[in-house]
């Protein structure tokens, strides 16, 4: 991250646990979870909770991840906080996987890490794909979930392959497949690592 940046912060309640959205005056830079998934959905999505002190971009990406908890077929019609982590800063490969994924897979699709090479034009990248998937700073709005195997298994996540899981199965009621909330993964699918590990982060 840029040294110039004078990093704030929002906190949001969500199924998944805490999240914590990071970022500057200019853009989000993170959005990273900080705590377990709960163990059950009979509380209602909490508010952010936060420093008094944030910024229009952390208000914007806590209202678009609120709206995706709550019906995430609403979230296409909300605007995007705008980015300023390192990566959207200068062209490369990992930024133009990223912003071809948000653009042209949406809720409730998936693509595989093939079919996502080649639409960036790089049809025989697909391991350079799953590295971008690695750094995404931004998962959920840069949803890097929706990307699997091309034999269609649902591929690893940094987050853990239950959150991957919660989240297809939570977007699957757009297309009419579900009536409800998914059901939480099984404890042995939760995340094992320590939840504030500086070295942790929230990626496919």
């Not at 949803?143 to 392959?161: A, Q």
Request: a positive charge.
């Amino acid at each position: 991250m840029g040294s110039a940046c004078r990093m704030k912060y929002k906190f949001l309640e969500s199924p998944l646990g805490r999240i914590e959205i990071s970022g500057c005056e200019a853009g989000v830079h993170r959005i990273k979870l900080l705590e377990k998934m709960r163990d059950s959905f009979s509380s209602p999505i909490c508010p952010s909770i936060g420093p008094e002190e944030t910024t229009a971009a952390l208000d914007e990406c806590a209202a678009w991840l609120a709206a995706y908890f709550h019906a995430p077929e609403t979230v296409e019609d909300l605007p995007l906080p705008a980015f300023h982590h390192p990566i959207f800063q200068q062209d490369s490969f990992r930024r133009q996987v990223l912003w071809k994924l948000m653009a042209a897979v949406k809720v409730g699709d998936t693509v595989s890490y093939q079919q996502l090479a080649a639409l960036v034009g790089k049809s025989g990248a697909a391991r350079a794909v799953g590295g971008a998937m690695r750094d995404n700073p931004i998962p959920i709005i840069i949803p890097c979930h929706r990307v699997i195997c091309s034999s269609g298994k649902i591929g690893n996540y940094t987050g853990g392959v239950g959150i991957k899981e919660w989240l297809l199965d939570h977007e699957k009621r757009v297309k009419g497949k579900w009536l409800s909330l998914p059901p939480l993964p099984s404890p042995s699918f939760r995340r094992k690592s320590p939840v504030n590990h500086p070295s942790h982060s929230w990626r496919c």
